[in-house]
């Protein structure tokens, strides 16, 4: 899962990142309005953590320029005690959920865990993520089809998981290496396709009837053979 955390204050806005690394999400960090909008116009977050004070632009002002580009991704507004009435604004412009400074990690945490699996539940069942016969148990890492199963690596797994909730779907590589590495990550196209073929011989092993298609110059699709 990755989050984006947009936030003016840089020493929350850090330890959150820290915090949410711990927690197996990726979190990147915004420290205005201008820049996390252009962050949140990318599409490629599960959940984007929204301060409402912010320079640049304020964090309303984000989430409607946002929810107007059509990007859907739940957000939780963090607003300073008071602010009672930019709650209901933020409720009203598209916000999924709000917390009130200051707030517990744990809590924060929580929510974000609940606006995450909202938007992939009806993929989730029992812990993992199917498609076909495919099936990925988010927790142990662990990719099954019919009783023939191999253990993923952390990059491959997060590479496997991106996949399945967009299977049938074209993924670019620029996608990819910026969801599974990040924006400040040396790694190119290169690293991605290694760890596609890792994926493709594993896909092979487990006699998978899915597989991961190159379209040639924009990046990759899993569907069935
Ligand atoms: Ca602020």
Redesign the pocket.
């Known amino acids: 899962m990755r989050v984006l955390i947009i936030?003016?204050?840089k020493r929350l806005a850090d330890a959150l990142v820290q915090i949410f690394g711990k927690n197996k999400m990726t979190a990147d960090a915004s420290y205005n309005g201008i820049d996390g909008l252009d962050n949140a116009l990318t599409g490629i977050y599960d959940v984007i953590v929204l301060?409402?004070?912010?320079?640049g632009m304020n964090?309303i002002e984000v989430l409607g320029k946002m929810r107007r580009e059509g990007i859907k991704t739940p957000v939780i507004l963090?607003t300073?005690k008071d602010e009672i009435s930019d709650k209901v604004k933020g409720l009203d412009s598209g916000a999924d959920d709000y917390l009130t400074k200051p707030f517990s990690t744990e809590e924060l945490l929580a929510r974000v865990r609940a606006l995450g699996r909202r938007t992939a539940t009806e993929l989730i069942c029992d812990n993992s993520l199917s498609f076909d016969d495919l099936s990925l148990d988010i927790s142990s890492y662990i990719l099954t089809c019919q009783g023939n199963s191999v253990k993923l690596g952390l990059k491959e797994f997060s590479i496997m998981e991106l996949l399945i909730r967009n299977a049938n779907k074209i993924i670019t590589k620029e996608n990819l290496l910026v969801k599974i590495w990040g924006y400040e990550s040396d790694a190119e196209y290169n690293n991605v396709e290694v760890y596609i073929s890792f994926l493709r011989k594993k896909l092979g092993y487990i006699k998978s009837n899915v597989s991961i298609k190159t379209q040639r110059g924009v990046g990759y699709i899993l569907e069935v053979k």
Request: charged fraction near 35%; proline fraction near 9%.
């Open positions: 936030e003016d204050e301060d409402i004070m912010l320079p964090g963090l300073a």
